[in-house]
């Protein structure tokens, strides 16, 4: 747990009809594999195993909070953020019509910074590598400099590929 205290359970109720635990159907996959390592008869011989000494357990753990993460350098340029807006989740809400015509389900626009958007207007061009896609722009002053929402799951930012990574915007 937090504290680098071991903490084991059993369980409470008997499983429902052929239902066996995870690491029990990882052991008999490995075994008709033919794969090493999948002869564990117990839950305590899989923990043993995951776990090693767990006398030295809170040793090999690193709880010092004092220590200075190492963080990667700031990537260059612009950077994008997406989500995916509630009705381009999954196969049944994008092809619900009613959905569809909602809010949510609206257009993606390109949200930029204030002084970003004071720049480029409201339409711009957003190149992600190679492919690009042409959106209307909003100023979001929530944004941090350098940073670009705009949002994925639609027809209209398909093409942009990755959720996040380097894009550049361009006055359309």
Known sequence: NAEGRLQAFHGVAKP???TRPGWKVLRVLGNLLGLPGFDF????DVRAEALGDAGSLAARLDNDS???PAFAPAPQGLQRMAAVPVYATDMLVRRAPALQATA???????ALPPALFAQVGARVKVTQGTACAVLDARADAS????TVRIDAGHAATLALGAMFGTVTVEKA
């Open 16 to 18: 429902l009809g052929d």
């Open 143 to 146: 944004l941090a400099e350098g």
């Open 104 to 110: 949510d389900a609206r257009t993606p626009t390109a």
């Open 66 to 68: 004092s220590a200075a």
């Open 41 to 44: 008869e117990t839950v305590e």
